[in-house]
T-cell receptor, first 118, second 109 residues
Framework: GAVVSQHPSRVICKSGTSVKIECRSLDFQATTMFWYRQFPKQSLMLMATSNEGSKATYEQGVEKDKFLINHASLTLSTLTVTSAHPEDSSFYIC??????????????FGPGTRLTVT | GQNIDQPTEMTATEGAIVQINCTYQTSGFNGLFWYQQHAGEAPTFLSYNVLDGLEEKGRFSSFLSRSKGYSYLLLKELQMKDSASYLCAVRDSNYQLIWGAGTKLIIKP
């Protein structure tokens, strides 16, 4: 149980285009989903926390107009990288928690999406 | 500020035991997690400690001392597939996960 999927697993796009990444909780309802970015040989960096039906909370330094997050249902959150540039190339990972707020026990991670911007 | 420290890299021999340490300074404490991450893959959950002491789960054990801000992950009977990065993460008073940079574990035959 507690499977999280991400799509696509890899994407290559041209500079200036937008890319949408989907994160789905397959066998549980996720009231909270998290989006991370990880550069090579570095730790996970939390980008934003999204709760179903409300606006995402972005971490300091993350541009909310560039990284659009939508959490329209209890099983789906999307991250759209708008006007992507080569420096946005990274490994994007989502995670989901089956309980909301402070009762989060653990986060279940998706397999990640490797974004390459040329 | 909040900080998680763990060694950058460790090397061990197949069949041996290795201990990966993690020290933390965070705003509050609501649990400590260990995750395993193979190269190019997302992290997978290994263990969770919220009370002092040792939690054992098969070949993996995790220890916590809240007064010392210290945890370790103990891996026994090492196998080649255990070569991965091991991430320590602490949940702070806001229930945010603060992540360490990870320890890359290299297993040699």
């Amino acid at each position: 149980g507690a499977v999280v999927s991400q799509h696509p697993s890899r994407v290559i796009c041209k500079s200036g285009t937008s890319v949408k990444i989907e994160c789905r909780s397959l066998d549980f309802q996720a009231t909270t989903m998290f989006w991370y970015r990880q550069f090579p040989k570095q730790s996970l960096m939390l980008m934003a926390t999204s709760n179903e039906g409300s606006k995402a909370t972005y971490e300091q330094g993350v541009e909310k107009d560039k990284f659009l997050i939508n959490h329209a249902s209890l099983t789906l959150s999307t991250l759209t990288v708008t006007s992507a540039h080569p420096e946005d190339s990274s490994f994007y990972i989502c995670s989901a928690s089956p309980l909301s707020g402070g009762d989060t026990y653990e986060q279940y991670f998706g397999p990640g999406t490797r974004l390459t911007v040329t | 500020g909040q900080n998680i420290d763990q060694p950058t890299e460790m090397t061990a021999t197949e069949g041996a035991i290795v201990q990966i340490n993690c020290t933390y300074q965070t705003s509050g404490f609501n649990g400590l997690f260990w995750y395993q991450q193979h190269a190019g893959e997302a992290p997978t959950f290994l263990s969770y400690n919220v009370l002092d002491g040792l939690e054992e789960k098969g070949r993996f054990s995790s220890f916590l001392s809240r007064s010392k801000g210290y945890s370790y992950l103990l891996l026994k009977e090492l196998q080649m597939k255990d070569s991965a990065s091991y991430l320590c993460a602490v949940r702070d008073s806001n229930y945010q996960l603060i992540w360490g940079a990870g320890t890359k574990l290299i297993i040699k035959p």
